[in-house]
């Protein structure tokens, strides 16, 4: 089916939050090998669904299984992060710091939305439940490994039953992946920590 030599891929760190969820103690990354599926930098074909095993060679040049990972149809042009281990070194505590209501004027406060129809823009007005929350998560990063690391960080559960959530602040710029999913990717120095602060305002 494929036969691809050379596809060049790296070594990275994962980490998927759920909703208010938080630990007492650090738990450790997912180890994953990151490669692309793209056209002349990477696989270079769409993929199918399956399972994806991972070998590493010995010091005797013999391969060695390390993990594997199951895969949805994956079209070309797509990264692919396969899970291989965990990593005992690169660890995270997530923490729910505060949990406070907000009023309805604070709610709206953060809206950044109009609705545009046959090229009119107007201002909706909803009828909404009169009570807010706003969550302030820390995910604190301790590396202890002797050079920096760089991981991704997901906090998910964002698009659960209520929609719509905001994020009003973050000390570290976010990406949003997905409706139900926002994911950052932090620098985290050798030997040391970093800590990544978010508020969410939702509708629970």
């Known amino acids: 089916f494929l036969d691809v030599a050379g596809a060049p891929a790296s070594k990275g760190y994962y980490f998927r ?26 696989v270079g074909d769409a993929l199918p669904a399956g399972t994806v095993r991972v070998y590493m060679r010995d010091a005797r040049g013999q391969p060695q299984f390390i993990g594997e990972k199951g895969i949805d149809h994956t079209p070309m042009g797509s990264t692919l992060s396969l899970k291989t281990g965990e990593a005992f070194d690169v660890k995270v505590q997530p923490t729910v710091e505060q949990r406070e ?94 800590t990544l602060t978010v508020q969410f305002d939702t509708r629970y």
């Open 101 to 194: 209501r907000i009023t309805s004027d604070e709610w709206e406060r953060t809206g950044r939305w109009r609705v545009t129809v046959n090229g009119k823009t107007d201002d909706v007005t909803v009828e909404r439940q009169k009570e807010y929350w706003r969550t302030t998560m820390t995910y604190k990063v301790t590396n202890a490994r002797p050079a920096p690391v760089k991981v991704d960080l997901v906090q998910a559960g964002l698009d659960n039953w209520w929609s719509d959530t905001r994020v009003p602040s973050e000390s570290v710029k976010g990406t949003q992946r997905t409706l139900d999913e926002r994911t950052w990717t932090l620098d985290v120095p050798a030997n040391g920590e970093t």
């Open 17 to 42: 939050n759920e909703w208010l969820g938080a630990s007492d103690e650090a738990q450790s990354f997912a180890t994953v090998l990151k490669l692309s599926t793209a056209k002349g930098s990477g």
